[in-house]
Structure formats: C-alpha cells, structure tokens
C-alpha cells in the first residue's frame, strides 16, 4: 500500500505542474494595414525597389539593400552578418507587412518577391521622393546585375535541396 501513496502524490505533482504549463498568455501587436503601409516612407521606398528589381529572392533583397546603404542610398535598415550574407531584421518585417497586405507577393516556385497588382496601382498613386529615385537609377543597374547573380546561386540550391531531398519545387 505504501507504493499506491507515493503514485498520488507524484500524480498531485504532475498535475500541478499541467495547470501552471496551460496559462494563458495575452499578447498585443500592432496590426499593419494597407493604408498604413501607404503612409509609411520607407515601405513605399522599399516596394518601389521591389518593382523596380522584378522578382527577387528575399536573401537577394536583404543584400540589395545592404548594399545600396554601402553605396549613400539609406532606406534605414540597420544590418548584422548573418553567414556571408547581410541580414535587418527590421526588412524581414518590413517584408512580411508587404506580403501581408497584398502589396508584394511570394511566388510559389522559388519564393521570389514580386509587386502585386495592388501593389503597382499604390505605386502609380504614391509620392515616391524623386530623390530616391534619381539616385536609385543611377546605382540600379550595377546592383541589379549583382543581384540577379545571388538569385541565380539561390535558385540552384534550391534546385539542388529539392533534388536531394527527393520534392519537386512548390508549382
């Protein structure tokens, strides 16, 4: 009998450790919205970037944009070295708020970035700072070549993994 006593007090224990394991916890955000997003300079600055790059990769995106503050174009991300490569925590959400409002788009296949056509008829409405896009042109064309570069690399080891592991890229 005294084995059947220690099974209801360990069996008291566990359950008092289920009830405090199943607290719930109440987090407020910030729920991001179109209209928002229009409002905001540096989401428009970075959606026109996305339009004028066509479809890219998220890495490439992160590294444009790194690479466009090392050139005197600051859209305001702060970068750490993540692997080779620069990563802004900041553009990753600033990313996802462009995904979430339907401005961009990830294409399925490869998961590249595109503008919506929400997204081309808000760019078409917006004041995008003439500034920025003066300076953008100038510098574009050398990044995009860079770009289109880190894209292809992306897309063959996307091919690669996906040929390892046995899965067809998503169609």
């Known amino acids: 009998m005294g084995g059947k006593k220690q099974n209801k007090v360990k069996e ?3 359950d008092q450790k289920a009830s405090t394991a199943k607290e719930l916890k109440i987090v407020a955000t910030q729920v991001i919205t179109k209209d928002k997003v229009i409002q905001n300079q540096k989401l428009m600055s970075l959606l026109y970037l996305i339009s004028q790059l066509g479809m890219v990769h998220e890495r490439t995106l992160q590294i444009v944009v790194s690479e466009l503050k090392n050139k005197g174009i600051d859209l305001g991300y702060q970068f750490n070295q ?3 490569d620069p ?3 900041a553009l990753k959400n600033d990313i996802v708020a462009l995904l979430y409002t339907g401005l961009a788009e990830a294409e399925p296949r490869y998961r590249k970035i595109r503008v919506t056509g929400d997204g081309k008829e808000v760019l078409e409405k917006a004041e995008i700072q003439k500034s920025f896009q003066e300076s953008l042109s100038k510098v574009l064309n050398e990044i995009k070549n860079k770009a289109s570069l880190t894209d292809a690399e992306i897309d ?3 091919r690669k993994a996906n040929k390892l592991s046995g899965k067809k890229p998503r169609s």
Do not use: K, V
Request: aromatic fraction near 16%; charged fraction near 15%; glycine fraction near 8%.
């Open 87 to 89: 990563y802004s925590p």
């Open 12 to 14: 008291d224990q566990i």
């Open 82 to 84: 993540l692997g080779n």
């Open 156 to 158: 063959f080891e996307l």
